[in-house]
């Protein structure tokens, strides 16, 4: 089988050069390549562009203008091309008239302008209130760069096309149809950026009046819309919170309010989700879920709000693994830049934040736990679903249609929680280890108190769980990206070591290990047997026959309520009945009524892998190649709470 690559997760976005000298280059080779391509007629679309059409000529003109202002040109022929790039935009992507079938318009026949998303009657009128905010965020830009260089007939017909796209956008339209966050946040930039120029143009009372609008549209329709995951507030985008597209193009929009304005509220709720993209991230920088794309990166969009808010809380964002196709601006067929997201490439060259590389090890998070090389993310719940280590990726297992990594009896997966979990934190030299213990429920309605504890050292993350019944296995996680050359590529074969390649689409296939699993980049080492169970045949089986072709999202889009993901295609992942099973049995000694497991995942090269396990009386005591621990009793110290004693020591390498 050919190797399967993620679509869009190459390498990090703080790895770009963003240097001024950098930029300017980026910035000089996109207007020369956009002259090149600039049709006849005036036009600098993507003459093979099928969607995305209403603001890409707008958006190239604004990096025309950025490009000359910050080199600027005495080349009649470039003030020219632009010149008649705008005239062609003006006279051919202006439109009046309501587009038929489009469904969300409070006022008709309005003759207000907007963007449309295709430029034909009736085609997908639905996405002509993003278009509409684009455009007229390019428009505001061409307004703060293009004195000089438009004539003064278009700076006045420019100035009146922003006003009216934002009349358009908050009276004629219902506001945020598709009820997706990031848009309707550039919504409010837009009309931040306006009113501040109408200020500068001494048009003051139309100024405030929109500045006030928009700012009341933040606070009292977005900010009170936003849905909470993991204690952050987040805007809420196709369904749900946290996208892995969206989230990093709200940061940006967030970052250019803030630069605006200079308002706090902007830097605050920007930092809230850039708290909750630090929980979610592995160490590099690898997530997926989300309502809109189950795990598809954004690339230029989202680079100012990362560099922006990695600077304000000292953080690595930048480890976030971009789509570096569009590392600084989206490309047409042509080569040339499409204009789409351009405004994101000019607040990028404006800005003056740079990048914080390099954050003081081991980083705790209320949700995660990571240390150089090795992390895991934990769910609202506290359930593990993504590990990282080695360069490579464990994501949630599926069993019976329940997701997680944990203990399991049976085909009952028990890491729901009944009611409050405990958490408790510890470190010790080189490590740093979290204590979950939960009380859950079997089929049979006996009540255990499970407790989960990880260690993350700089190469690894180590696994102990306690579980009160005997006859469990531990679900270790589903083997699913190591990290090549070419960006992350999908797991679809497993070793012992020396072994031969285990085949994870072969229905119902098991494969017993002495103690030691390759997956990728990763070795999976338990201190007790490992075996791998491949799922049943199936579509709804992720790495059957059926589906071993097909990433995380592809899957996920498949199973979903419509094929575009208008809804919230990332339930069509939570559709998925089974995937492979990695399986530990519990360690030799465990205390009896008690299993008790212990699970390495690290690199190849890593120490040979043993556990120890006693009953002390201070509770289970297990012992490892780089640490010990002991667990206390599940019920807590006197006041209830957890007990957890670290102890680590190097080890060999």
Same mark, same amino acid.
């Given at each position: 089988?050919?190797?399967?690559?993620?679509?869009?997760?190459?390498?990090?976005?703080?790895?770009?050069?963003?240097?001024?000298?950098?930029?300017?280059?980026?910035?000089?080779?996109?207007?020369?390549?956009?002259?090149?391509?600039?049709?006849?007629?005036?036009?600098?679309?993507?003459?093979?562009?099928?969607?995305?059409?209403?603001?890409?000529?707008?958006?190239?003109?604004?990096?025309?203008?950025?490009?000359?202002?910050?080199?600027?040109?005495?080349?009649?022929?470039?003030?020219?091309?632009?010149?008649?790039?705008?005239?062609?935009?003006?006279?051919?992507?202006?439109?009046?008239?309501?587009?038929?079938?489009?469904?969300?318009?409070?006022?008709?026949?309005?003759?207000?302008?907007?963007?449309?998303?295709?430029?034909?009657?009736?085609?997908?009128?639905?996405?002509?209130?993003?278009?509409?905010?684009?455009?007229?965020?390019?428009?505001?830009?061409?307004?703060?760069?293009?004195?000089?260089?438009?004539?003064?007939?278009?700076?006045?017909?420019?100035?009146?096309?922003?006003?009216?796209?934002?009349?358009?956008?908050?009276?004629?339209?219902?506001?945020?149809?598709?009820?997706?966050?990031?848009?309707?946040?550039?919504?409010?930039?837009?009309?931040?950026?306006?009113?501040?120029?109408?200020?500068?143009?001494?048009?003051?009372?139309?100024?405030?009046?929109?500045?006030?609008?928009?700012?009341?549209?933040?606070?009292?329709?977005?900010?009170?819309?936003?849905?909470?995951?993991?204690?952050?507030?987040?805007?809420?985008?196709?369904?749900?919170?946290?996208?892995?597209?969206?989230?990093?193009?709200?940061?940006?929009?967030?970052?250019?309010?803030?630069?605006?304005?200079?308002?706090?509220?902007?830097?605050?709720?920007?930092?809230?989700?850039?708290?909750?993209?630090?929980?979610?991230?592995?160490?590099?920088?690898?997530?997926?879920?989300?309502?809109?794309?189950?795990?598809?990166?954004?690339?230029?969009?989202?680079?100012?709000?990362?560099?922006?808010?990695?600077?304000?809380?000292?953080?690595?964002?930048?480890?976030?693994?971009?789509?570096?196709?569009?590392?600084?601006?989206?490309?047409?067929?042509?080569?040339?830049?499409?204009?789409?997201?351009?405004?994101?490439?000019?607040?990028?060259?404006?800005?003056?934040?740079?990048?914080?590389?390099?954050?003081?090890?081991?980083?705790?998070?209320?949700?995660?736990?990571?240390?150089?090389?090795?992390?895991?993310?934990?769910?609202?719940?506290?359930?593990?679903?993504?590990?990282?280590?080695?360069?490579?990726?464990?994501?949630?297992?599926?069993?019976?249609?329940?997701?997680?990594?944990?203990?399991?009896?049976?085909?009952?997966?028990?890491?729901?929680?009944?009611?409050?979990?405990?958490?408790?934190?510890?470190?010790?030299?080189?490590?740093?280890?979290?204590?979950?213990?939960?009380?859950?429920?079997?089929?049979?309605?006996?009540?255990?108190?499970?407790?989960?504890?990880?260690?993350?050292?700089?190469?690894?993350? @180590?696994? =102990?769980?306690? %579980?009160?019944?005997?006859?469990? $296995?531990?679900?270790?996680?589903?083997?699913?990206?190591? &990290? #090549? +050359?070419?960006?992350?590529?999908?797991?679809?074969?497993?070793?012992?070591?020396?072994?031969?390649?285990?085949?994870?689409?072969?229905?119902?296939?098991?494969?017993?290990?002495?103690?030691?699993?390759?997956?990728?980049?990763?070795?999976?080492?338990?201190?007790?047997?490992?075996?791998?169970?491949?799922?049943?045949?199936?579509?709804?089986?992720?790495?059957?026959?059926?589906?071993?072709?097909?990433?995380?999202?592809?899957?996920?889009?498949?199973?979903?309520?419509?094929?575009?993901?208008?809804?919230?295609?990332?339930?069509?992942?939570?559709?998925?009945?089974?995937?492979?099973?990695?399986?530990?049995?519990?360690?030799?000694?465990?205390?009896?009524? @008690?299993? =008790?497991?212990? %699970?390495?995942?690290?690199?190849? $090269?890593?120490?040979?892998?043993?556990?120890?396990?006693? &009953? #002390? +009386?201070?509770?289970?005591?297990?012992?490892?190649?780089?640490?010990?621990?002991?667990?206390?009793?599940?019920?807590?110290?006197?006041?209830?709470?957890?007990?957890?004693?670290?102890?680590?020591?190097?080890?060999?390498?």
């Amino acid at each position: 089988m050919d190797p399967i690559l993620l679509p869009s997760q190459h390498a990090s976005s703080h790895d770009l050069p963003d240097d001024p000298a950098s930029l300017d280059a980026v910035l000089a080779t996109a207007a020369a390549d956009a002259l090149a391509a600039q049709q006849p007629d005036g036009n600098f679309e993507d003459p093979a562009a099928d969607d995305d059409i209403g603001d890409m000529g707008l958006g190239v003109i604004s990096l025309l203008c950025l490009a000359w202002q910050r080199k600027p040109s005495d080349d009649p022929a470039v003030t020219d091309a632009l010149r008649r790039g705008v005239d062609f935009f003006l006279t051919h992507r202006v439109f009046r008239r309501d587009n038929p079938g489009e469904p969300f318009l409070r006022v008709r026949d309005s003759g207000l302008p907007y963007a449309r998303y295709m430029p034909g009657d009736g085609e997908h009128p639905f996405g002509d209130w993003p278009s509409t905010v684009w455009a007229m965020l390019h428009a505001v830009n061409v307004l703060e760069l293009g004195a000089g260089l438009l004539t003064d007939g278009q700076y006045a017909e420019v100035t009146e096309l922003a006003l009216g796209y934002w009349r358009w956008l908050t009276e004629a339209s219902m506001f945020n149809p598709q009820q997706t966050g990031n848009q309707a946040l550039g919504a409010v930039v837009a009309g931040l950026m306006l009113g501040r120029h109408l200020d500068g143009v001494s048009r003051e009372r139309e100024g405030k009046r929109v500045t006030t609008a928009a700012m009341r549209l933040y606070t009292d329709v977005i900010r009170p819309s936003r849905v909470t995951d993991r204690g952050f507030a987040l805007p809420a985008e196709h369904g749900a919170g946290h996208d892995q597209n969206y989230l990093p193009i709200s940061l940006s929009f967030l970052a250019q309010a803030h630069r605006v304005t200079a308002d706090r509220l902007f830097l605050d709720d920007g930092a809230e989700l850039a708290r909750h993209l630090d929980c979610r991230l592995s160490a590099r920088g690898f997530d997926y879920g989300g309502p809109r794309y189950s795990e598809q990166h954004c690339g230029a969009e989202g680079l100012l709000g990362l560099r922006y808010f990695s600077a304000h809380l000292a953080t690595d964002l930048g480890r976030y693994l971009a789509d570096r196709r569009v590392a600084y601006y989206p490309l047409a067929r042509t080569g040339a830049p499409s204009g789409h997201f351009a405004f994101t490439t000019v607040w990028l060259c404006q800005d003056d934040s740079a990048w914080h590389r390099t954050p003081s090890f081991p980083v705790t998070t209320p949700y995660s736990l990571r240390h150089r090389d090795a992390s895991v993310s934990w769910t609202g719940s506290h359930t593990p679903y993504l590990i990282d280590a080695g360069g490579a990726a464990v994501i949630e297992s599926v069993v019976a249609g329940q997701h997680g990594i944990g203990p399991v009896l049976g085909r009952t997966l028990l890491t729901r929680a009944l009611g409050p979990l405990r958490v408790a934190d510890a470190s010790d030299g080189d490590a740093v280890a979290r204590l979950v213990t939960k009380a859950v429920v079997t089929r049979a309605q006996v009540m255990l108190s499970v407790q989960q504890l990880w260690v993350v050292e700089p190469r690894r993350t @180590t696994l =102990v769980a306690v %579980v009160p019944a005997e006859g469990c $296995d531990f679900l270790a996680g589903l083997p699913y990206i190591e &990290a #090549t +050359a070419a960006g992350q590529r999908k797991i679809v074969t497993v070793a012992e070591p020396g072994g031969t390649p285990f085949d994870l689409s072969t229905p119902g296939a098991v494969l017993d290990t002495a103690g030691t699993l390759l997956a990728g980049s990763m070795a999976i080492t338990s201190g007790a047997a490992l075996r791998v169970v491949n799922p049943p045949a199936g579509r709804t089986s992720f790495n059957s026959a059926e589906t071993i072709g097909l990433t995380q999202e592809q899957l996920a889009f498949a199973l979903a309520d419509d094929p575009r993901g208008y809804g919230n295609p990332d339930a069509g992942w939570h559709r998925v009945t089974d995937t492979n099973h990695v399986l530990a049995g519990p360690l030799p000694d465990s205390p009896a009524g @008690t299993s =008790v497991f212990a %699970v390495r995942y690290g690199p190849h $090269d890593d120490v040979p892998f043993a556990a120890e396990v006693r &009953a #002390t +009386a201070d509770g289970v005591a297990v012992t490892t190649p780089g640490f010990s621990v002991v667990i206390g009793d599940p019920a807590g110290d006197a006041a209830g709470e957890p007990v957890l004693r670290l102890s680590y020591r190097s080890p060999d390498r």
